[in-house]
């Protein structure tokens, strides 16, 4: 039997008045009460792992998410107030609980934390056994919040900090400040989704880390094995869970490493989707520069017509802002010519590049035309009697 097995089934005994304890040797789980518990026979299973400042993680190195600029989190985040955090000073949030809804009926049962130090990453995993006991979980959570300059989570924004909030309220402990969060799933939703479609966590393990798990729980069937565990009391199970959750914990680190990697120096293998995503996001954080470098490559590396189709009208569109009108009559040029079903939409645009822009009526009258299915009947016929108009008067 391993020695978190062993230290399981001792949670399963009847309960005990401990008094002190600390969180372990950072290796294995050892029992103890959280400091300021009320009453005797709370008791919690904290685990310690340690991963060092060399550690990868698929084929990022975790400790590069210390590291992590301000900058570049709060624009990958499309948040101004994470602009002022500490990366290295970063509190990592996962949580597994009895049900997928936020409300009080549902009991997160395993709290995992993780955070650096000295350079390493340290995975603390809370497990409480039994429901009425999760008190100490919140009590460590509480004192792990000190210092903290910025909560990391994947989805925590709609589940896990809401959760997390409601159980403080409702074991009658003051509730945690609102630290700035970073929650990782919409971030990479706007880099990733275009490529891989599904933005789960392990999706991302798979498709942008290189890291597959073996033998891992489903999410799904967390639930359950908690409440296996409440009636068979199967330390192997538990295990399964709480290595699943320190497998997210971990990934968290590597996800947030790697988007910031992207953002600021980009690889010549990474997907034309994923500059493209990239390029969007620098756009709305107002890094215009940014922005165009990454729609270049997207047009350039693509293999895809629609993925080239969308980064030269991207281009188009940034260089019609700036009124670079034969930058964008060149761009949607090279659109028209992509064997996209949507060669009308950029017909369209290039027609209005040339009648307003370049006062080129002519090629303006001839895209108008061949752009007439991107607009309704009425309206194409309006525009190129307008541009004929001009053509004539010139």
């Given at each position: 039997m391993s020695g978190l097995a062993a230290k399981l089934q001792r949670l399963k005994a009847p309960p005990l008045a401990l008094s002190g304890g600390a969180a372990g040797d950072g290796v294995e789980a050892v029992i103890a009460p959280a400091s300021g518990s009320s009453g005797q026979g709370e008791r919690v299973l904290l685990q310690d792992r340690t991963h060092g400042p060399g550690y990868r993680h698929g084929r990022v190195l975790i400790g590069d998410a210390r590291t992590a600029n301000a900058a570049t989190v709060a624009s990958l985040a499309l948040d101004e107030g994470l602009a002022g955090i500490d990366a290295s000073r970063m509190l990592l949030v996962d949580t597994e609980t009895t049900g997928l809804q936020s409300g009080s009926g549902t009991l997160p049962f395993v709290i995992g934390l993780a955070w650096f130090e000295a350079g390493?990453?340290?995975?603390?995993?809370?497990?409480?056994?039994r429901p009425g006991q999760e008190r100490p979980l919140l009590q460590r959570l509480a004192e792990r919040l000190h210092g903290t300059s910025v909560l990391v989570t994947f989805n925590g924004k709609c589940f896990d900090w809401p959760?997390?909030?409601?159980?403080?309220?409702?074991?009658?402990?003051e509730a945690?400040?609102?630290?700035?969060?970073?929650?990782?799933?919409?971030?990479?939703?706007?880099?990733?989704?275009?490529?891989?479609?599904?933005?789960?966590?392990?999706?991302?393990?798979?498709?942008?880390?290189?890291?597959?798990?073996e033998g891992d729980i489903a999410g799904a069937d967390i639930p359950a094995v908690y409440f296996d565990w409440l009636r068979h009391g199967r330390p192997a199970d538990i295990e399964r869970v709480l290595e699943h959750n320190a497998q997210d914990l971990i990934s968290m680190a590597a996800v947030l490493a790697e988007l910031c990697r992207r953002f600021e120096a980009p690889a010549d293998d990474d997907a034309a989707e994923d500059c493209l995503g990239l390029a969007r996001v620098a756009e709305r954080a107002g890094d215009e520069q940014r922005a165009w470098r990454f729609a270049a490559q997207a047009a350039r590396r693509s293999t895809s017509p629609e993925v080239a189709f969308d980064a030269c009208a991207f281009l188009a569109k940034l260089c019609v802002r700036h009124r670079a009108w034969a930058d964008a009559a060149r761009w949607l040029e090279r659109a028209t010519r992509v064997r996209s079903e949507r060669a009308a939409v950029a017909h369209l645009a290039y027609a209005r590049v040339c009648e307003h822009g370049l006062r080129d009526f002519a090629r303006a009258l001839l895209h108008a035309r061949l752009g007439?299915?991107?607009?309704?009947?009425?309206?194409?016929?309006?525009?190129?009697?307008?541009?004929?108009?001009?053509?004539?008067?010139?």
């Open positions: 390493a990453l340290v995975v603390r995993q809370l497990f409480v056994p959760l997390l909030r409601t159980r403080f309220v409702m074991n009658r402990l945690p400040p609102q630290l700035p969060h970073l929650d990782l799933l919409h971030v990479a939703r706007r880099v990733f989704k275009r490529r891989l479609g599904a933005t789960r966590l392990t999706d991302l393990e798979q498709q942008v880390l290189d890291f597959h798990r007439s299915a991107a607009e309704s009947a009425e309206a194409s016929s309006r525009r190129v009697a307008r541009i004929s108009r001009r053509l004539v008067g010139q």
